[in-house]
T-cell receptor, first 109, second 115 residues
Framework: DAKTTQPTSMDCAEGRAANLPCNHSTISGNEYVYWYRQIHSQGPQYIIHGLKNNETNEMASLIITEDRKSSTLILPHATLRDTAVYYCIARTSYGKLTFGQGTILTVHP | EAGVAQSPRYKIIEKRQSVAFWCNPISGHATLYWYQQILGQGPKLLIQFQNNGVVDDSQLPKDRFSAERLKGVDSTLKIQPAKLEDSAVYLC?????????????FGPGTRLTVL
């Protein structure tokens, strides 16, 4: 599975959009981009995944560049409850979820 | 829909003792995973079951760790004997079936402290 690179930490003001970037320059054609988050003292929680097209669900939007070498997770109106570690993972259908260090997102009042 | 259940939530043992963790996945989920999460790191897959068969146990320290999933539902993970470096959160997750881009649902984890 392709390696992903994320910033160590980011801040966001409550009510503003949080844009979390992820680089996956070696991603292969059959690898999906997954996003999970982990709130303190809880297990990871699935957010969204995509292959080529942009995706949106009730939690977030996922924007994947045309060359698929990077993506951005967008939380449109961040709340204090969105403070968590966000993991970007590239994997095939049969691949493992290989978690890196992730991005610590802190949402400020 | 009930989530993934794990017990106990916390466990403190001394090194060289044995410990076991239990996981009940979401009903109907064929695939079950055990992860180890050391403080400050992301979770690391230890073992993956498809029904009651092992799919991947390449990162399971088999000299001291064992896991089983009898009848393809509940699972137990055992450490015998425990070492200090086994202190971590042990997470169980389940998914409908492997081989599709579906999500994994995680339990709350068991926090193990080895003294």
């Amino acid at each position: 599975d392709a390696k992903t690179t994320q910033p160590t930490s980011m801040d966001c003001a409550e009510g503003r959009a949080a844009n979390l970037p992820c680089n996956h320059s070696t991603i292969s054609g059959n690898e999906y981009v997954y996003w999970y988050r982990q709130i303190h003292s809880q297990g990871p929680q699935y957010i969204i995944h995509g292959l080529k097209n942009n995706e949106t669900n009730e939690m977030a939007s996922l924007i994947i560049t045309e060359d698929r070498k990077s993506s951005t997770l967008i939380l449109p109106h961040a709340t204090l409850r969105d403070t968590a570690v966000y993991y970007c993972i590239a994997r095939t259908s049969y691949g493992k979820l290989t978690f890196g260090q992730g991005t610590i997102l802190t949402v400020h009042p | 829909e009930a989530g993934v259940a794990q017990s106990p939530r916390y466990k403190i043992i001394e090194k060289r003792q044995s410990v076991a963790f239990w996981c009940n996945p979401i009903s109907g989920h064929a695939t079950l995973y055990w992860y180890q999460q050391i403080l400050g790191q992301g979770p690391k897959l230890l073992i993956q079951f498809q029904n009651n068969g092992v799919v991947d146990d390449s990162q399971l320290p088999k000299d001291r760790f064992s896991a089983e999933r009898l009848k393809g539902v509940d699972s137990t993970l055992k450490i015998q004997p425990a070492k200090l470096e086994d202190s971590a959160v042990y997470l169980c997750a389940s998914s409908l079936v492997a081989g599709r881009p579906n999500e994994q649902f995680f339990g709350p984890g068991t926090r193990l402290t080895v003294l």
